[in-house]
């Protein structure tokens, strides 16, 4: 998805043009971005993927040619190999601080904001209510439109998105 979607908006002519690819991983995801640049009949790029090789340690990484399939390594002591494994472990950090930050937001984001007519003041309203998402939970419908601001209809809509309706 990512290739596809940066080098859908290369060809395009936005952005640009890289002198070599880096895949990090061995000749299955290699093949994959190769699909991908096939489909945008990119072929004037070289792609090179990074596989840890047998042992899985840092120093003993193959670099594979996507175009001939070659598999070679360069030096543990390479300069090379370092800016590589410099690269990789860089694109590892973006990718997991991503990934932190959206289970964090998803962890803060309240179930009823996803719920179609409850903004943050009835979101309130209904937790000092009902004490809490649980006490929300557990009410009925006829409960729920004892709070201000909530009708019956919305009261079903939040009973049915709270309980998977």
Do not use: C, W
Not at 79 to 85: S, Y
């Amino acid at each position: 998805q990512v290739l596809t979607r940066r080098y859908k908006r290369m060809v395009a002519g936005e952005g640009k043009r890289p002198d070599l690819v880096f895949i990090d991983g061995g000749k299955g995801q290699l093949n994959i971005a190769r699909e991908v640049f096939d489909e945008l009949e990119i072929s004037e790029i070289p792609l090179i993927g990074v596989a840890k090789g047998v042992t899985r340690r840092a120093g003993m990484e193959q670099l594979i040619d996507a175009m001939t399939g070659d598999v070679f390594r360069i030096p543990a002591d390479s300069p090379a190999l370092h800016l590589i494994q410099h690269i990789r472990d860089e694109s590892h950090r973006f990718a997991i601080s991503g990934h932190r930050a959206r289970r964090d937001k998803k962890r803060r984001q309240s179930t009823l904001e996803g719920i179609e007519g409850v903004g943050p003041k009835r979101r309130r309203d209904l937790i000092r209510y009902f004490g809490g998402i649980q006490g929300i939970r557990k009410a009925n419908v006829d409960e729920m439109t004892k709070v201000t601001g909530i009708s019956k209809s919305l009261a079903e809509n939040i009973y049915a998105a709270l309980h998977d309706e």
